[in-house]
Every structure is written in structure tokens, then in C-alpha cells.
């Protein structure tokens, strides 16, 4: 589905995407600084290095279409990042299933993103980090089966 956005729906989808990708990053970086197994920071210190080209990726995006992107995430930091911190009492695999969670929210509003229509350019970008929300969610839900 193609259609025409203008600049100022385009800079307010894409900021909301980079604050949730701040967000997914402040969840991150509370998982990485609390799991137990070396192999799992690892890999979800891999994961949050695509958030954080997606962050600078949209950005980018913004300001070619005349925007200033979002610095920070929004209300949701304190959700996603609790979620995180809670689940430390309980070890990795709580650990692992908050982020499961915070993932399904991510693959989410990506996937929404995508069905959207933008210009190709962005649609590129939002494939990419579509392609890469899946690949984390996936990769959590095995970790998260076999434990």
C-alpha cells in the first residue's frame, strides 16, 4: 500500500519509534547489567546495538524531513526498564521473559510502521529494523523455551 504522508506525520510516526527504541535500550542496558550468563549479555548487548542505529537511522530520517528526532524515551522507559529490574530477583529467566514482552511490543508498532506506506527510503529502514525485531524476539523466545 503506497500512500502520500506529509513531512509532519512522517517526523511524528518515526519520533515515536525512536523514543520506543530509547526505551527498548534503557530495558536493554538494566538486562545486560543483570543477567547471570555471560552468552545472554552477549547477544543482548549485540540486540541493543540495532536499537541504537535505529535511534541514529530514524533520526536521520527526521531531519531529512525537516524534524528535530526525540533525545529520549518516553513513559514506557519506566515500564519496559521495571519489568527488567523486577525480574532480577528471579534470575535470567524472568530476565529473558521481560524482554520477551518488551520485544512483542516492539515487533508490534514496527510491524505497524511498515503497513503504513511511507517513501521507499523509510520503508527500507523500517524493513530493516522490522527484520531485526523479529530476530531478537526470536532469538528470546528459544533461549527463553530451552531454560
Partial sequence: MTT?????????????????D???????????ER???AAYREKLTEFLGDH???VKELGEAVRKEGGSPPTKGDAMKILTKGKVVLADLLGDAAILKAMRAN??????KYETAVEKGYAEHIQALLRKGL????????WIETTVEKL
Avoid at 22 to 32: N, S
Avoid at 103 to 108: M, R
Avoid at 131 to 138: L, P, Q, S, T, Y
Fill in 4 to 20: 502520500v504522508m506529509d513531512s509532519k506525520q512522517i517526523i511524528s510516526d518515526l519520533g515515536d519509534l525512536i523514543e520506543l
Fill in 103 to 108: 520485544e512483542e511490543v516492539t515487533n508490534k
Fill in 52 to 54: 541504537e542505529r535505529h
Fill in 131 to 138: 527484520a531485526d525485531e523479529r530476530r531478537h524476539k526470536g
Fill in 35 to 37: 543477567l547471570d550468563t
Fill in 22 to 32: 530509547y526505551d527498548a535500550i534503557a530495558a536493554y542496558q538494566a538486562a545486560i
